[in-house]
């Protein structure tokens, strides 16, 4: 538009001097000019913008009203241009007054137009950036949320790791004590007598010391398969796991002399467990039995093992000792922080884990133990536990 206006400036400044021989191919230009720019997007966008309503609401339908001035415009330059040929000089000097103040219009609305478009469209802009902003916002915030459960688990898994292996270390050193104390001893003395029995000429002193070494082979032969027991699991595939659980009690109970039970419920719904599920429950027992034996000093010891009314089930291992003050989160759950000694707790709550359970332990000192299983079955994951 500034263009345009620049062009009759042009124009009036000829016509006040007089030069009348270029004027009116100076006036066709023109003229020219205005058509091109009635027909230009600029000119349509005075009236067609994006978001109508929203541009109303905020600025008015003066916005959009009609713009007479350019049709105005092309018709009084038609008229000064015959009276140009017509030398109606009078005429023609009153029409350009017209004109121009046609033209001054034409650039106030032009300012106030792309003001008020400018505003527009940053108030679009803005709403865009805010739409933005309140998709992103939650999008960031659980993706952040899922980077922090993410290290968390890798910290987890480190953790359960470093914990395996130590397991792996502390359970091979029992089992090297074991084998040492229990098997290499027993060899050694029987060696020993054996020794003995070959050294002597004395027909009954070999026979005493023969009927000493029988018992001890004997013995040796029941220790080492003892070893054996704890080491291979029960195989479940023609045994159940209430069964392995009473053996597993009565055989505890003859090796430390604590008086040692099962009570298991006969409604006690297992169908679903798999083999390794089963052995899994059956070494979070074996476990506890063995820190009982370790630690605890009790008289009395005792499996339980039941369902809810969801089919959860639930896994006890309890004992009257002398308890401790283990080293739990207010989950009841393992601190990564933990020692050695407790690797047997990491151990069971790692197999825990592995059936898709939980474990607890509540013990105070001088009060006992009690390890806690609980194992979501089929039947009770569209459920609560019943207690």
Excluded at 15 to 38: I, K, M, N, P, W
């Amino acid at each position: 538009m500034q263009g345009i206006v620049e062009q009759w400036v042009g124009i009036e400044a000829a016509f006040a001097a007089g030069a009348d021989a270029a004027l009116v191919e100076a006036v066709d230009v023109f003229r020219l000019s205005l058509a091109r720019f009635q027909e230009s997007g600029l000119f349509r966008i005075y009236r067609t913008i994006p978001f109508l309503h929203m541009a109303e609401r905020n600025f008015g339908p003066q916005l959009f009203q009609e713009v007479p001035e350019v049709e105005l415009t092309l018709g009084f330059a038609a008229v000064f241009r015959a009276y140009l040929v017509s030398g109606e000089q009078e005429k023609a000097r009153a029409v350009a007054a017209e004109i121009w103040g046609n033209l001054a219009r034409l650039l106030v609305i032009s300012a106030d137009k792309q003001r008020n478009l400018a505003a527009l469209y940053l108030r679009l802009f803005a709403a865009i950036v805010a739409s933005i902003v309140l998709i992103l916002l939650p999008s960031l915030w659980f993706l952040r949320r899922s980077l922090a459960r993410s290290m968390a688990r890798e910290e987890e898994g480190k953790f359960f790791s470093r914990s395996y292996m130590l397991a792996q270390d502390a359970e091979r050193t029992r089992i090297s004590r074991e084998l040492h104390d229990a098997v290499v001893q027993e060899m050694w003395r029987l060696m020993l007598e054996t020794e003995r029995i070959g050294d002597t000429d004395d027909k009954s002193e070999r026979e005493k010391l023969s009927g000493k070494v029988v018992p001890m082979m004997a013995g040796l032969i029941q220790k080492t398969r003892d070893i054996c027991i704890g080491l291979v699991p029960p195989d479940f595939r023609h045994r159940e796991l209430p069964d392995a659980l009473r053996q597993l009690c009565l055989d505890f109970g003859k090796k430390t002399g604590v008086d040692c039970r099962a009570e298991i419920d006969g409604d006690v719904k297992l169908e679903s467990f798999a083999l390794e599920e089963r052995l899994q429950v059956y070494r979070i027992a074996q476990e506890a039995l063995a820190n009982i034996a370790k630690h605890a000093g009790a008289n009395e010891a005792i499996v339980t093992m039941r369902s809810g009314r969801d089919g959860t089930v639930y896994v006890g291992i309890n004992d009257d000792g002398k308890g401790f003050a283990p080293p739990l989160d207010s989950k009841g759950r393992m601190k990564a922080d933990s020692d050695k000694s407790r690797l047997g707790i990491v151990s069971m709550r790692e197999r825990a884990a592995i059936l898709g359970g939980s474990l607890k332990i509540e013990s105070e000192p001088g009060e006992g133990t009690l390890v806690r299983l609980e194992i979501p079955t089929k039947e009770a994951s569209g459920g609560s536990a019943a207690d």
